[in-house]
């Protein structure tokens, strides 16, 4: 299993104690924040939650949306220093 | 007349609760406690209702309570209070009370040997620990134990709001009433005005404290006396009153906060019902903004997260406690709603006249509550 935290401003045990729906719907049962992802938001956070390092979750996203991988890692990489602003 | 002393087990027990008041913006826990107990499935017993005033909604409330009564205000001290729990006795018998609101604990207390030797249990925390949780012992106390608490300072004249930021009591600040009421001052004449508000309603001094900014928790428990928290519920305020009570919140679980309140309880070694309150920062840093010696007005919350918080306090009077809690179900939200309870004029009338609400025995009877084979 690979490390989420490589450049990740998220740290991986707090994302795994994340409630995540399948409609993008998000828990935090430690802060009590709840929060609405798209689709890229979802899948990117099942793949760092899986312990897909944030590299290859980029490569994922690219594959599935194509687009670059440089356009994939820039947007991954804003989600996740808004995402970690709240956990 | 005789007053027996009964010997009844917890799920046939009747079990008399007080703060059964519902203004919507800041009422009282007894409601909530009695739906707890009523909603518990091994509860065969009846909650009976204590309250102040004839406009407090739980007299009311037939589902919750079998019957209701009046007590007198705690300013009338602890033998009126004795005086009626007597009457209410040699009527009803009870076996537990679970007082719900602050001001009644120091006279609860004073009568709970008399209350003890008439079979009467209570779980409620010693005149010591009572008042080393105060407002005004609370910064001493969370010191002593290593605990972060914002600055305060007990304020009995109101020029200090004149020149307190030229000590270093920058605006905002938040002025407190010695035992309730809170308001957040902007300018010194804010903080007079406020200050005169709180004095003039809960007496002298008043408390002004530095604002700590961040995410409020609560958190609500259950201490056996001997040092242990149990059953900790905590939740997080997700909407306000103005009163800045939670209409809203979702029951979370936050390490740090759960060892704050072991530290208090081990501390105390409270015995009873209480709920922490904490104010988390965005740094992480957690502040204790209150102890209050009671359940909150959000514990029916405890029942929905699988942790009956008021039936733990039966069980533990009967010593029927096991000390396994399943995990608290986080994510569960309550929604505060105001809903009017259509009330009778004979029932008003009864409450008025009588100080009671109370249905006749043999109905209770009928309806196999255990009351007979104890009587």
């Known amino acids: 299993m690979e490390d989420a935290t490589v450049s990740s401003p998220c740290r991986p045990e707090r994302l795994q104690k994340l409630a995540v729906s399948d409609t993008g719907f998000v828990f935090d049962p430690q802060t009590g924040q709840s929060f609405t ?26 594959r599935e949306y194509g687009v670059s991988v440089e356009v994939a890692s820039s947007s991954l990489e804003a989600f996740l220093v808004q995402f970690g602003r709240y956990l | 007349m005789t007053i027996i002393a009964r010997k009844t087990n917890w799920r046939f027990a009747n079990v008399a609760v007080t703060g059964i008041n519902a203004r919507t913006e800041n009422p009282g826990p007894g409601m909530a406690v009695a739906r707890c107990i009523r909603e518990c499935p091994e509860f065969r017993g009846r909650v009976i209702g204590l309250g102040y005033d004839a406009l407090d909604a739980g007299l009311y409330a037939r589902e919750l309570c079998a019957a209701s009564f009046l007590i007198p205000y705690p300013s009338l001290g602890e033998k009126a209070l004795l005086a009626r729990i007597l009457q209410i006795h040699e009527q009803m018998g009870l076996d537990v009370i679970i007082p719900c609101l602050d001001a009644e604990i120091p006279n609860f207390n004073r ?5 003890a030797k008439l079979g009467i249990k209570m779980l409620i925390p010693s005149r010591d620990q009572f008042n080393l949780r105060a407002k005004d012992h609370l910064s001493a106390f969370c010191k002593s134990i290593d605990v972060n608490v914002p600055e305060s300072k007990i304020v009995s004249d109101p020029s200090f709001f004149d020149t307190c930021e030229a000590d270093g009591w920058q605006y905002p600040l938040v002025v407190k009433g010695i035992f309730y009421d809170a308001g957040i001052a902007y300018s010194p004449y804010d903080a007079k005005t406020i200050f005169g508000r709180l004095v003039s309603q809960w007496g002298y001094p008043a408390l002004v404290q530095k604002m700590v900014y961040g995410d409020e928790f609560d958190l609500t428990a259950v201490g056996d006396g001997k040092g242990n928290l149990l059953a900790p519920l905590m939740m997080r305020k997700r909407a306000l009153t103005d009163k800045g009570k939670a209409w809203a919140g979702v029951t979370v679980l936050d390490q740090g906060i759960e060892e704050m309140a072991n530290k208090i309880v081990k501390a105390l070694m409270w015995c009873g019902p209480l709920e922490v309150e904490v104010m988390k920062t965005d740094d992480g840093k957690i502040y204790l903004i209150e102890i209050n010696p009671r359940f909150p007005s959000w514990i029916y919350l405890s029942h929905a997260a699988g942790r ?7 069980k533990l009077l009967d010593n ?10 986080t994510g569960k939200f309550f929604i505060r709603h105001a809903q009017e309870l259509i009330v009778e004029l004979i029932d008003f009338e009864s409450v008025l006249i009588t100080g009671s609400l109370a249905e006749i025995p043999e109905r209770w009877i009928q309806e196999g509550s255990g009351y007979a084979e104890h009587v």
């Open chain 1, 37 to 62: 992802l798209n689709s890229t938001g979802l899948m990117s956070l099942n793949l760092l939650k899986k312990g897909t390092t944030v590299e290859n979750t980029a490569a994922c996203l690219a």
């Open chain 2, 111 to 115: 009568i709970k040997p008399a209350l």
């Open chain 2, 308 to 314: 009956n918080l008021p039936v733990t306090v039966l």
């Open chain 2, 320 to 329: 029927e406690c096991n000390f396994d809690f399943p995990p608290a179900k």
